[in-house]
């Protein structure tokens, strides 16, 4: 339990990460700067959110009391839906996103561990969307089937093998630690009472 927890903290800490702190702050500047003080105030707001939520789930981590750390399927996308609206605005608009949930699913009582999903969607972003020419376009799905309860990300980006070629190239890429850290909470996850299953399926674009 207390390495799932360090492990928990880790991945928060790697999702607070200064790259995007620092573009969210910069790109907020530019609104105010451009007199776009409505979204900039709705911005901040959203990014506030996040922090908090990143906070409050690190303390809750860092409290040996606390046995099992999960959140609902709510607010899990709300903080999504957030996460996603600072990096369209980064990004100037480089992608399309869309969140579909099944109508049967009770968003307050299906409960899952944080920080499972972001770091997924946040490498299709980072790595894959924004080195597109053209606008890219990224699908986030949730459903149930026999009682499983099955996250989708999909996205139209330049594909993995392209983006290792760029991160090969460049000596100065992003480096993006969530997803490594997922998948060691998740192994021990699943040795307790947890089973998870990531996937990753690559398409000829995306």
Known sequence: ERTINYLQIQTLQAQLNPHFLFNALGSLQNLILKKETALANK?????AGLMRSYLESSVVANNPRVVKNEISLKHKIDLLKDYLELELIQHDGKFEYQIDVDPTLDLDSVKLPPLIIQPFVENAIKHGLVHKKDKGDLR??????????????????????????????????YKSYGTHLVYERVKLL???????????IDKPQG
């Open 140 to 173: 986030i799905k949730f459903e149930e089937s026999e009682e499983v309860l099955i996250c989708t990300i999909d996205d139209d980006g330049i594909g993995r093998a392209a983006a290792e070629e760029i991160k090969r190239r460049s000596e100065h890429s």
């Open 190 to 200: 699943n040795e307790s009472d947890y089973e998870i299953n990531i996937q990753t």
């Open 43 to 47: 911005s901040l707001t959203k990014l």
